[in-house]
């Protein structure tokens, strides 16, 4: 006998849900979607507490110049102070001077005097070079001396020397003045 082939299936009702099955394994993970949109923002905290003072800063420039404010009362009237140099009581005007040799000028009646030299070169430049006389030794021990000074003598004769060597004082002027006592 043979058996008839079944062409279709016939669907029946469906039956209650079964139990759950056993969890399977873990799932590979899925990509990372896109972010969202960002949420309001939060309202104010309160104010913290002062910080530290920070290091001062560089100075500024400098301001304007204010505005001159009136003068003083004048003071009282100081002491009256020492004289200058007191009379002037000699000036010999310019005078050739030879090296190695004494200039007379002028006897004093107070030795009580101030006195100043200048001098003039061959040039006619005015200077006080070596002044009081300059003494130098040379490397094979000569001795070389220039310049000018003065001295008063014993009877109060004002003079001049010129050093033996001089180069620079062709010649002189002096001024005498009498200090006050």
Do not use: C
């Not at 507490?49 to 420039?61: F, V």
């Not at 110049?65 to 009379?87: A, F, N, R, S």
């Not at 070169?121 to 040379?138: A, F, L, P, R």
């Not at 109060?156 to 060597?165: A, C, E, K, P």
């Amino acid at each position: 006998m043979t058996v008839p082939q079944v062409q279709e299936y016939i669907r029946g009702p469906q039956g209650e849900t079964g139990r759950q099955g056993v969890q399977g394994p873990q799932g590979e993970r899925g990509l990372i979607g896109q972010n969202g949109n960002p949420g309001p923002i939060g309202l104010t905290g309160e104010q913290g507490d002062i910080g530290p003072q920070g290091l001062t800063g560089p100075s500024g420039p400098q301001g304007l110049q204010g505005v001159k404010g009136d003068t003083g009362d004048q003071g009282i009237q100081g002491v009256q102070g020492e004289l200058g140099l007191g009379e002037l009581i000699y000036d010999s005007g310019w005078r050739a001077i030879a090296p190695n040799s004494w200039l007379t000028l002028y006897t004093l009646d107070d030795p009580n005097v101030f006195v100043y030299l200048i001098g003039r070169d061959n040039w006619n430049y005015v200077h006080q070079k070596s002044y009081g006389g300059d003494e130098s030794i040379t490397p094979m021990d000569l001795i070389f001396r220039q310049g000018v000074y003065w001295d008063i003598t014993s009877t109060n004769i004002l003079r001049v020397r010129r050093n033996t060597d001089d180069n620079k004082w062709a010649s002189v002027r002096v001024l005498v003045w009498q200090l006050p006592s």
